[in-house]
């Protein structure tokens, strides 16, 4: 098998370092382009300089140079970054994998009409343990479907700037549908003064943004004597990334079309 030809969108943001390691490290993956902003003070450096890596690949700012020969890109940046982006690969015939988070229905309707002319992966969430923590808890929301109060939280890193995370939500987005409601309708963002009991029917999100936490998760489903949690913990971002460079792996042989992790690791349908 050939190697895939890998582009990096943000390759010396915290993510992007740890996919150009991820890339390096994978036998399937080359690494062929890494895109920053034009002011980067990393600009010119071999992209894989702060982790011990020689890419042979010098950051750059020029997008189409970047995707000059690339067959997909990796983007874990931010919406409005990600947007021109998606249409540049579009145009260009560049496969996806995207993991920012934040679109709003604008956005995640570009995503869609790309995935008419490419392939994409649009996940929430890479790790293999949180995509299997969505299909577990779509069991769990089933199996608890009365009389039990639902609350999500989630904490990161002090430089996360969407809250509740694209994750979190992922996570109501699961339990809204086993339950048949809509998270539109249904989700409660935080609370302050004399709430009160949670309504029946809701589900609940707080949020936690402190030092420099990986990222945690647990879906809380507690009623009068008992209390179920399902949690995912990580401690390195090498997970993500890691998921990243597999789904990119996988969707080398889908010509276009929207997927995310659980069609990946083929837990649809199970």
Known sequence: MTQLKVAIAGANGRMGKTLVQAVAAN??????????????????????YAVGVKTGVAISADVDAVLANADLMIDFTRANVSLPLIAKCAEKGVKMIIGTTGFDADGKAAIQAA???????????????????????????????EGYDIEILEAHHRHKVDAPSGTAL?????????????????????REGHSGAPEAQTIGFATVRAGDIVGEHTAMFATEGERVEIT???????????????AAVWLRSQDKGLFDMQDVLGLKNR
């Not at 399937?28 to 992209?47: F, I, K, R, Y």
């Not at 995935?115 to 992966?121: D, H, L, S, Y």
């Not at 995912?232 to 597999?246: I, N």
């Open 27 to 48: 036998p399937n993956t080359v690494l062929v382009g890494a895109l920053e902003h034009a002011e980067s003070d990393a600009l010119g450096l071999d992209a894989g």
């Open 232 to 246: 995912h913990k990580a401690s390195s971002r090498m997970t993500f990334a890691a998921g990243a460079v597999r």
């Open 115 to 145: 995935a008419e002319k490419i392939g994409i992966v649009f996940a929430a969430n890479y790790s293999l343990g949180v995509n299997l923590m969505f299909h577990i808890l779509d069991t769990v929301a089933r199996v608890l479907n």
């Open 170 to 190: 992922r996570m109501g987005e699961v339990i809204a549908n086993a339950l048949g409601r809509d998270l539109k309708e249904c989700a409660v963002y935080g």
